[in-house]
């Protein structure tokens, strides 16, 4: 039996750099990803300045860290690129809530309303929604779809913080979450203001409402970037509810802040995304170096898949 032997990742980090140079290949990861692979990343963002990048990109591979929808959106808007996956089997449970013979459903009751899909949505899904978003530009997409009535799928937590801020839409929800931030209730939240009086709170949208509604600040990933880290925030402290993959970036942009997270230590437990997580070091290493776990999508579906992701790139 070999024994296990502990991790050089020193040497795995450049030999990273140089299959990254010789096969032309960038690293786009999300900030929920493990520390030491955002640090191997040509560009680390949300959902959104994922999206942005990967139709930028001027590379033959593109090696994806993140959860499947992303490295789907990436495809899509780069069919002529390699797009691999260091862990094919990390899915997003949001996403999988929605299914397209569902949305159709819904499509049939709402005759007239256009269907918004988050980001965090299937290819299949994608194709049969008008137009998509992401947690950072929601709002604004949905002020400027046509109708009056808009099917937002598939999460309830994105959807009350939208009804909130648009009035003059009435939004038809889905009945999706994110099993990781919806289940961090108002009761924790309380708890962590016990312990840390006086530091403002910023939350995800992903979060459910009782929670929403305690916080001073409800924004996407990279808004609670920058809010959580400006210097004219004023706070020594600051609590944070979401993944705590978003710790890591908020330590190296102003360090001279402490930014609290849901840990057992406070006494709520990790609010992590166990997917998002799987991907390590070495499998970034193994995919680029074997060239392995291609993601592959059906011509037909491509066309129709991209055209609302595209829409919400020129809107926003
Ligand atoms: S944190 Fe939630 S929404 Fe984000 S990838 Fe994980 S399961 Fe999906």
């Not at 191997?40 to 591979?61: H, P, Q």
């Not at 996956?85 to 049939?108: I, N, S």
């Not at 009751?109 to 949505?121: G, I």
Request: net charge negative; hydrophobic share 40%.
């Amino acid at each position: 039996m070999e024994l296990l032997r502990p991790v050089d990742y020193r040497k795995l980090r450049e030999e990273i750099e140089r299959l990254k140079r010789e096969k032309n290949a960038v690293i786009l990861a999300h900030y929920y990803q493990r520390p030491e692979v955002q640090d191997v990343a040509d560009f680390v963002g949300d959902s959104l300045d994922l999206a942005r990048k990967a139709k930028e990109v001027d590379a033959e591979i593109i090696v994806f860290c993140g959860v499947h929808f992303m490295g789907e959106t990436a495809k899509l808007l780069n069919p002529e690129k390699k797009v691999l996956m260091p862990e094919p089997k990390a899915g997003c449970a949001m996403a999988d809530t929605a299914t397209a013979e569902a949305v159709l459903r819904l499509k049939e009751k709402h005759p007239d309303a256009w269907v918004v899909s988050y980001v965090n949505t299937t290819a299949e899904v994608k194709a049969v929604s008008d137009v998509c978003c992401t947690s950072a530009n929601a709002a604004g997409i949905i002020e400027k779809v046509p109708s009056k009535e808009v099917i937002f799928v598939p999460d309830k937590g994105l959807a009350y913080f939208i009804s909130k801020k648009v009035k003059d839409k009435r939004i038809v929800p889905f009945e999706g979450f994110c099993p990781d931030h919806y289940l961090f209730t108002g009761r924790m939240l309380e708890r962590l203001k016990e312990r840390h009086p006086g530091a403002p709170v910023g939350v995800h949208p992903e979060t459910p409402p009782e929670v929403q509604d305690a916080a001073d600040f409800v924004g996407s990933t990279s808004q609670l970037l920058r809010w959580a880290t400006d210097p004219a925030l004023g706070a020594d402290e600051v609590v944070i509810i979401t993944e705590i993959g978003l710790k890591y970036q908020m330590e190296r942009r102003n360090p001279s802040r402490r930014y609290v997270f849901p840990t057992p230590e406070e006494g709520t437990g990790y609010l992590f995304c166990p997917q998002m997580k799987s991907i390590t070091l070495e499998k970034v290493y193994e995919t680029l170096r074997e060239e392995k776990n291609e993601l592959t999508l059906p011509e037909g579906l491509v066309e129709r898949a991209r055209r609302p992701i595209e829409l919400m790139l020129e809107w926003s």
